[in-house]
């Protein structure tokens, strides 16, 4: 990857929060972004204590870690941010994903849920904050039962989850409908310019 020598690099490179609820392709949006855009700009990488799923690679995926070690982390406050999810699993940010990259200049994205990004704009008021929204909450249905790797009682959970979510959209700076894949790329690369730019 090429950064654009047009574009201005701060130091500390920008913090973008990318959230929205479960299954409206907010994951695949940055990930076509960073595989397509030329800017200096990585994906922090999350960790969880939930168990892999097929395909999924530790440390690229997710940080896979043991119950244990993710406390720790916690206590030792190594964690950007953290959350338990749907009662079963936790997720967070490690700042050892962050931190060094953008005093490096690095833009850093953050894909999380409302929770997580609730707090790192408490943490980062110049962060730039994103909300991916679906076209309609039946789209967003279809796409959970679509992928066919969870359960009747998983979907109603996360459809459930996705109300709240959505109704909190108002709280991020900017929204984008991922409508279709390639506008929805376009949208957040052009959010993701004006930030490097100011």
């Known amino acids: ?42 994906r922090a990488v999350t960790a969880t204590t939930r168990e892999p799923r097929e395909g999924e690679k530790d ?24 959350a338990k999810v749907f009662d079963r699993d ?22 999380i849920d409302v929770q997580g990004a609730e707090k790192v704009r408490e ?3 110049d962060c730039l904050s994103i909300f991916i929204t679906p076209p309609s909450f039946e789209e967003l249905e279809a796409r959970l039962r679509g992928r066919g790797d969870l359960s009747e009682e998983r979907i109603e959970r996360r459809l ?3 109300r709240t ?12 409908v991922n409508r ?3 506008q929805a790329v376009r949208d957040l690369e052009r959010l993701i310019r004006e930030r490097f730019h100011s």
């Open 180 to 182: 279709e894949l390639t």
């Open 59 to 82: 440390d690229i995926s997710y940080h896979f870690w043991k119950k244990d070690r993710f406390l720790k982390e916690v206590d030792d406050g190594r964690m950007l941010e953290w």
């Open 1 to 42: 990857m090429t950064p654009d020598p047009g574009l201005r690099t701060n130091d500390p490179g920008p913090l973008i929060v990318v959230s929205g609820p479960s299954g409206v392709g907010k994951t695949t949006v940055v990930d076509r972004l960073l595989a397509e855009a030329k800017l200096k700009l990585r």
């Open 123 to 125: 943490l980062c008021r």
């Open 90 to 111: 936790f997720y967070g940010t490690p700042r050892s994903e962050v931190d060094p990259y953008r005093a490096d200049g690095w833009g850093v994205i953050l894909v």
């Open 165 to 176: 979510e959505m109704a909190r959209a108002g709280e991020f700076e900017h929204q984008i």
């Open 160 to 162: 459930h989850e996705a």
